[in-house]
């Protein structure tokens, strides 16, 4: 499965990006969907997850309320609605995905195995 994240960009404090993450290859062996960031100098972080299904959806609490996380197997794209955007939120966003479908919202790096290529975020104050 190869992982290919676009959307990112240069926007101001309190504007709006939308990411996308389009899955090809064995798209059948992608199943929980998640986004992270990381911005220089600092360690990756989890910003959202998706289940297989949608039904479970995971936030970190920086973005509640800004950030929507949704997917569209059809088209084998998840998507990360980032609105509100503050400077704190620059970084490069990298999308993944698990090789199985959890019972449980998953927010740790290590359960997933596929990785996109980041995407570069830029919030200028």
């Known amino acids: 499965v190869q992982l290919q994240a676009s959307g990112g960009g240069l926007v101001q404090t309190g504007g709006s990006v939308r990411l996308s993450c389009a899955a090809s290859?064995?798209?059948?062996?992608?199943?929980?969907m998640g986004w992270f960031r990381q911005a220089p100098g600092k360690e990756r972080e989890f910003v959202a997850s998706i289940s297989w299904l949608g039904v479970r959806i995971s936030y970190a609490d920086s973005v509640k309320g800004r950030f929507t996380i949704s997917r569209d197997n059809a088209k084998n794209t998840a998507y990360l609605q980032m609105n509100g955007l503050k400077p704190e939120d620059t970084a490069e966003y990298y999308c993944a995905a698990t090789t199985r479908p959890y019972s449980t919202s998953i927010t740790g790096a290590d359960e997933y195995v596929y990785w996109g290529q980041g995407t570069l975020v830029t919030v200028s104050s």
């Open positions: 290859g064995r798209t059948g062996s992608a199943y929980d």
